[in-house]
């Protein structure tokens, strides 16, 4: 599976930005998707994840973004999202999204995919 992040741009603290991950293959249906975000000098750390269901997809959120940031998938398009609105500058990151076959988890190394990241930067 190859995965393409796009979205990234510079805004000013409490806009709001679309982040898209293409994956290359439709059996991507069937996988856990995530994004992550890596501060500079910082660990890359979970954002958000997105299960495989047949009514589209359960959901999980790392609290600093719990309420502002909303990730879905769109199984037609083999593409999943991340909406991220109210931006803070903590915010400020690269972001990747990443692809697994098993369960989904909050942890980067039982992630088997991943995309290039797409910077975000948040202006004060």
């Known amino acids: 599976v190859q995965l393409q992040a796009s979205g990234g741009g510079l805004v000013q603290a409490g806009g709001s930005l679309r982040l898209s991950c293409a994956a290359s293959r439709r059996t991507f249906s069937r996988y856990v998707m995530a994004w992550f975000h890596q501060a500079p000098g910082k660990e890359r750390e979970f954002v958000a994840a997105?299960?495989?269901?047949?009514?589209?997809?359960?959901?999980d959120y790392a609290d600093s973004v719990k309420g502002r940031f909303t990730c879905s998938r769109d199984t037609a398009k083999n593409t999943v999202y991340l909406q991220m609105n109210s931006l803070k500058p903590e915010d400020t990151a690269v972001y990747y999204c990443?692809?697994?076959?098993?369960?989904?988890?909050?942890?980067?190394?039982?992630?088997?995919?991943w995309g290039q990241g797409t910077p975000v930067t948040v202006s004060s």
């Open positions: 997105v299960t495989w269901t047949w009514s589209g997809g359960d959901t």
């Open positions: 990443a692809a697994d076959q098993n369960r989904p988890s909050r942890y980067p190394n039982d992630y088997d995919y």
